[in-house]
Nanobody
Framework: QVQLVESGGGSVQAGGSLRLSCSFS????????MGWFRQAPGKEREFVAG????????YYADSVKGRFTISRDNAKNTVHLQMNSLKPDDTAVYYC?????????????????WGQGAQVTVSS
């Protein structure tokens, strides 16, 4: 059974940086594309970034393009989200998700497994 555990959330001032990590276990990591989603209070969960199974393809929401970078290490079963130039609008719970034999889609329903979430708070 796939298990995803996020770490690295926290509080930061606007303009600062955070790095989220997601540890994957239970199945063969390279069989899964990975994604990061976020959900702010009162809003729907939205796509942030996705990465293909071997890292050759990366995809970003327009709101984070140029500021966030997704990467993965298939030897360590880990996916990361480096977040720079953070803004108060980036405040949300960030979720790691795994998409079996996928591409790193922006479509939430294509993901099979989800982590418990990590809080990111950006103050102005």
């Amino acid at each position: 059974q796939v298990q995803l555990v996020e770490s690295g959330g926290g509080s930061v001032q606007a303009g600062g940086s955070l790095r989220l990590s997601c540890s994957f276990s239970g199945r063969t990591f390279s069989n899964y594309a990975m994604g990061w989603f976020r959900q702010a209070p009162g809003k729907e969960r939205e796509f942030v970034a996705g990465i293909s199974r071997f890292g050759g393809g990366t995809y970003y929401a327009d709101s984070v393009k140029g500021r966030f970078t997704i990467s993965r290490d298939n030897a360590k079963n880990t996916v990361h989200l480096q977040m720079n130039s953070l803004k108060p609008d980036d405040t949300a719970v960030y979720y790691c998700a795994a998409e079996f034999l996928g591409t790193g889609s922006y479509v939430r329903d294509t993901y099979d497994h989800w982590g418990q979430g990590a809080q990111v708070t950006v103050s102005s």
